[in-house]
């Protein structure tokens, strides 16, 4: 249902950020609408569907990917996986939390490119 009918429109809406990222296997350029938010020195990604996701395993194996968000593409590098803890406290206090219910535990952090 998502990559069917809710990605294309989000993309399309250009309300969400938008992850860049390169199949591991196939080399095809894929466009992901995701839950990213800014924190110091990059991007903290709330992984809905955990750390097996295609896109997460994508970024991993590539070691980077862009973000569009904001009208403009960013250069991402240096993805790792971090617990709830780390990134409750990396995220900013306005933003708000995953539901408990949900049981998020992993995120997806990675640093903005310098350059």
């Not at 993309?11 to 591991?24: N, S, Y």
């Not at 196939?26 to 955990?50: E, I, K, M, N, Q």
């Not at 593409?73 to 306005?94: C, H, N, Q, S």
Request: hydrophobic letters at 45%; charged letters at 25%.
């Amino acid at each position: 249902m998502n990559k069917k009918v809710f990605n294309p429109r989000a993309i399309a809406g250009g309300r969400w950020p938008v992850l860049i990222h390169v199949g591991r296997t196939s080399g095809v350029a894929y466009r992901t609408p995701l839950d990213a938010h800014p924190v110091a020195g990059g991007y903290l990604f709330v992984l809905v569907y955990g750390s097996r996701s295609d896109w997460v395993q994508n970024v991993l194996a590539a070691r980077g990917a862009r973000l569009r968000v904001d009208g403009r593409e960013v250069e991402l590098t240096a993805p790792r996986l971090i617990g709830k803890d780390e990134a409750f406290l990396a995220l900013p206090d306005e933003v708000l939390r995953p539901p408990k219910l949900l049981r998020i535990t992993e995120f997806l952090h990675m640093d903005l490119l310098a350059g």
